[in-house]
Nanobody, 125 residues
Framework: QVQLEESGGGLVQTGGSLRLSCIVSGRTETSSIMGWFRQAPGKAREFVSAITWQGDTTYYADSVKGRFTISRDNAIHTVYLQMSSMKPEDTAVYYC??????????????????WGQGTQVTVSS
């Protein structure tokens, strides 16, 4: 089993920055692809970013490319999402997710078997 706990959400003004953290506990010895997803009110959950176990390859949704950066520190079992130049449309609950089954990154939520509780991010205009 893997447990994920997000933190770092909050209220920020347009153009501001936030850094989300996701602490991984449980089967931390298992290599995993980590992802961030988000869900805005009334909308489906959508892919934001993902990173391989080694941290050498990253993926981003077009809507956040150039503004968000994903990274991981396996020594402390933590994944980060640095968000900059934020926009009101970034407002959502952000979820950290782990994929322990696949060897290549899949940008769909069904591939991720473990999820955190989510952290609210609100960008004011």
């Amino acid at each position: 089993q893997v447990q994920l706990e997000e933190s770092g959400g909050g209220l920020v003004q347009t153009g501001g920055s936030l850094r989300l953290s996701c602490i991984v506990s449980g089967r931390t010895e298992t290599s995993s692809i980590m992802g961030w997803f988000r869900q805005a009110p009334g909308k489906a959950r959508e892919f934001v970013s993902a990173i391989t176990w080694q941290g050498d390859t990253t993926y981003y949704a077009d809507s956040v490319k150039g503004r968000f950066t994903i990274s991981r520190d396996n020594a402390i079992h933590t994944v980060y999402l640095q968000m900059s130049s934020m926009k009101p449309e970034d407002t959502a609950v952000y979820y950290c997710a782990a994929d322990l089954r696949h060897s290549t990154v899949i940008l769909e939520s069904w591939a991720y078997g473990y999820w955190g509780q989510g952290t609210q991010v609100t960008v004011s205009s």
